[in-house]
Every structure is written in structure tokens, then in C-alpha cells.
């Protein structure tokens, strides 16, 4: 089964002029998307086919093979590890990158075309990755200011000694 995506394209396209011409510059693209919990897919770009395939291409020029915390990484920051890339890594990073310099609100995408639940869901995933970040960063900020502390204390017992 595969879903045609020249309607999106065009939206794409609306909404960060230009983007779809970088992209055509690229054609013809085929890849595989795997992500861990979900079922492997597919994109096929080319000037006259453009969908989402429901299956896995026999000979892509590259994969993405992404867990779902990676792939919503990707979303939310527009970086995918180089390490899960198979293939053509430099026709996959040349199309990543050409998406990462647009200005596509994936978000409003999604409640566009798959409704408010998804996008819901994804607001939420979103969120909850923010609030592990903040509590990361916090924690690793009391450690470097317990490293400081320590170091401080370090100095001045070397200068006791040193006096003493």
C-alpha cells in the first residue's frame, strides 16, 4: 500500500518556498525508514512519484534506522545521528539537511492531515522528551557545581599546606 504525497509536497512547499525545488534537485530518492516499535515504510521521490510506501524498498540508496526517543529527537531538533544512517550516507545527509533548513511545522502537519489525536500524542512525546532534558541538565549542573565545591575545597587545603 502507499500513499501518494503530492498534496503534502505542495503544503510543504506553501509553507517554506522553495524547499521542494532542493529536493527535486536530489531526484530520484528511495529509502527505507525503520524505526524500533513501528512497521518498516518507505519514500519514493522522483519528478513523476512521490509516496510513502507501507513496505520496505528492495534496494534504497539509504536506511534510517532510528529507536522511537531517536526519531523523535529528529523531529523535535532536526539532527539525525550520522551512526543511523546505512547506505548513501551522502545523499541522506544532503536531504536531511535540505529539511532541517526549512521552516516546516511538523506539528500543524500532522493535525492537518492525521488529525488532532496524533498530533496530540506527539505534543505530548514532546513535551515529556523537554521535561527529561531539564531534569538532565539540572542534574548535570548540580554535579559540575559539587565538582566546583570540591575543587574549591581542594585549592584551599593545598594552600594550608603550603603556608602551614
Do not use: W
Amino acid at each position: 500500500m502507499s500513499i501518494c504525497l503530492n498534496k503534502l509536497l505542495k503544503e510543504i512547499n506553501s509553507l517554506s518556498p522553495g524547499l521542494i525545488k532542493k529536493i527535486e534537485d536530489l531526484y530520484p530518492i528511495n529509502f527505507n525508514i525503520e524505526i524500533s516499535t513501528l512497521p518498516n515504510f518507505s519514500l519514493t521521490l522522483s519528478s513523476d512519484n512521490q509516496k510513502l510506501n507501507f513496505f520496505s524498498h528492495e534496494d534504497p540508496q539509504f536506511s534510517l534506522r532510528l529507536d522511537i526517543f531517536e526519531a523523535l529527537n529528529a523531529l523535535k531538533n532536526k539532527q539525525i545521528p550520522t551512526k543511523s544512517i546505512l547506505g548513501d550516507t551522502e545523499t541522506a545527509l544532503v536531504f536531511f539537511g535540505v529539511l532541517a533548513n526549512s521552516s516546516i511545522d511538523i506539528e500543524l502537519l500532522i493535525y492537518k492531515y492525521f488529525g488532532d489525536i496524533p498530533a496530540l500524542i506527539l505534543r505530548k512525546m514532546l513535551i515529556q522528551s523537554q521535561e527529561k532534558e531539564s531534569t538532565n541538565n539540572n542534574q548535570i549542573n548540580e554535579l559540575l557545581k559539587s565538582f566546583r565545591d570540591i575543587s574549591i575545597r581542594l585549592d584551599r587545603i593545598e594552600q594550608a599546606l603550603l603556608n602551614g
